[in-house]
């Protein structure tokens, strides 16, 4: 036991994450508590049983290198499973607890389960030589398990009315079988509102859970979507796409509800997301007109504040939908942004939002062949919602460089003082086109802005890298070096004195001296230093 105590008691998430991905990982520690019967064999291979849809028999060989081995009886076969993680994480806390791993006995049910009748010569389970993974059989795909011989023998000497027998009393002894078997008949048959009405309730059941995970001790509770997951897939298999947007509608509602109540590490999300991966594949397939298969989307993706429908923009960017279909959306989105109220001042809630929906209206003029329509909407918009960066954007890209040196200076005078950050950038952009112009003397002056509002190594090599260029960096060094001893700017007008002597030419957008605050202290010997270092 001592190789694999050490694996153990060395392993991270890191590791983990490394081997099996982070979805699959954060899945695993959900199903810690569905381990049971946690064994090793004489190899020292790890082995249990994990509750999941069903119950799976699980096989993990550990490897100090960290590229383990595995193999489980559940359906996942894109690597490794998070059966497989629980089983490694489970040991590794029985280790951590000094608890003793026992070794499986060869007349166990796991053991046969997992081993058979070891008709081989070595009795060993056979491993992919260049994943690692196990494979207990090299018969097609997965349908073929070790120690189901021993069943299909068994079932195959009995009679139709003792198999009917023998599946009553199994779906009576287990309601899950029971539930399983009603679920693929109404599958079948395509009566499947039962099964529909079952899922509502499923749904409504799980999204009230409290979702809560502690990696501390590796405890928590967290919501069980796999079956979700797989009736959703079923649903869609067998094209009853537009039922399954219904549920996948309520379960993105109510599970938006539930994720922004949970502390679970993303658990609860990642279970979410999975499971509305498959409703959006249901969208395009669905009786929905075209155009209102794109609204349903964009309306969810507008409201989707935890990324839950992170493939929703693959499903927007399908060619399948044409300009006319995009005409209809934008005629939508326009309606709605102006019933929309226009949001209060300072707040970046209502803001973003309104900005959000002006960009997916943006979109949708461009897809559906009206890009003329997108400059007059953001120029009535930029004062609305500040999104004045794309505004300029898309004046540049038509080539109107004047319209856009207007709005910087515009948008910088209306947010210098409650938003900085946009006006940083649209400052940004005006020394960006001063460049393009060949205004070298005007992108010197910017970088000065730069050191005076910020100033560092950083910036010091900046505003050097600008004057040098125009041969004047000597004299800005002598003032950027006073400035930083004194805190006296030498750069703005109202410095009579100083503005006289400075070299460089006043910028289109200035920021204002920063009022005192007893916080920043000259000289400023921190960047002094540096610089003297330099």
């Not at 959900?30 to 999941?52: C, F, M, N």
């Not at 994720?259 to 999300?269: F, I, K, N």
């Not at 997916?360 to 329509?373: F, H, M, S, W």
Request: with cysteine.
């Amino acid at each position: 036991m001592e190789t694999i105590n050490t694996i153990l008691g060395q392993l991270t998430y890191d590791d983990l994450d490394q081997w099996a991905g982070e979805k699959i990982l954060a899945r695993g520690k959900s199903y810690i508590k569905q381990v049971e019967g946690l064994h090793r064999t004489p190899e020292d291979d790890l082995v249990a049983w994990v509750s999941g849809t069903e119950e799976y028999a699980t096989l993990v060989r550990l490897d100090q290198a960290g590229q383990h081995g595995w193999f489980c009886t559940c359906p996942y076969d894109d690597g490794p499973c998070k059966h497989a993680v629980a089983v490694i994480l489970a040991a590794a806390r029985q280790v951590k607890q000094n608890r003793e791993i026992p070794v499986l006995a060869e007349d166990d049910d796991l053991h046969l389960m997992l081993f058979g009748e070891q008709d081989d010569e070595d009795g060993e389970v056979d491993w992919e030589d260049e994943e690692t993974e196990i494979e207990p059989d090299p018969g097609p795909g997965k349908a073929k398990k070790a120690g189901t011989s021993k069943i299909r023998k068994l079932l195959a000497g009995k009679s139709r009315e003792e198999l009917l027998d023998l599946m009553v009393a199994l779906a009576k002894a287990h309601p899950e079988i029971e539930r399983r078997l009603l679920e693929a008949e109404q599958l079948r048959s395509g009566q499947i509102d039962p099964l529909v009405r079952s899922l509502r309730k499923e749904i409504k059941k799980l999204t009230e859970e409290q979702a809560w995970y502690s990696h501390w001790n590796n405890e928590g509770s967290v919501p069980d979507y796999s079956h979700v997951l797989q009736q959703f897939k079923a649903l869609l298999d067998k094209g009853h796409v537009d039922e399954l947007l219904e549920l996948g509608d309520e379960l993105w509602r109510l599970g938006t509800g539930q994720v922004e109540q949970s502390d679970d590490e993303g658990l609860t999300m990642g279970a979410l997301s999975e499971c509305l991966e498959i409703v959006l594949q249901a969208v395009p397939k669905s009786s929905l007109t075209r155009s209102g298969q794109l609204l349903w989307v964009i309306e969810r993706l507008l409201a989707d504040e935890f990324s839950l429908l992170e493939s929703g923009d693959e499903v927007l960017r399908s060619p399948m939908y044409g300009q006319a279909d995009w005409r209809e959306v934008a005629a939508a989105l326009d309606l709605r942004l102006g019933l929309m109220e226009k949001p209060r001042a300072a707040n970046y809630s209502d803001t973003h939002k309104r900005t959000e929906l002006i960009n997916r209206l943006v979109e949708a003029y461009r897809l559906g062949g009206e890009p003329e329509k997108i400059l007059p909407l953001l120029e009535k918009e930029a004062d609305v919602c500040r999104n004045y960066g794309h505004l300029v954007a898309q004046l540049l890209a038509a080539g109107n460089k004047e319209q856009a040196r207007q709005w910087c200076i515009r948008g910088f005078g209306c947010t210098r003082n409650e938003s900085p950050g946009i006006a940083s950038q649209l400052q940004k952009q005006l020394r960006e086109m001063a460049a393009t112009d060949k205004r070298d003397d005007l992108v010197a002056a910017y970088r000065a802005q730069d050191f005076f509002c910020h100033a560092s190594l950083e910036t010091y090599r900046e505003l050097r890298k600008a004057a040098e260029k125009i041969g004047i960096w000597p004299k800005v060094r002598e003032l950027a070096i006073n400035y930083l001893e004194t805190g006296q700017r030498p750069d703005l007008p109202q410095k009579k004195g100083a503005a006289a002597a400075w070299p460089l030419p006043e910028p289109e957008v200035v920021f204002p001296q920063e009022k005192d605050s007893g916080l920043k202290r000259y000289p400023d010997r921190q960047t002094l230093i540096d610089i003297a270092i330099s």
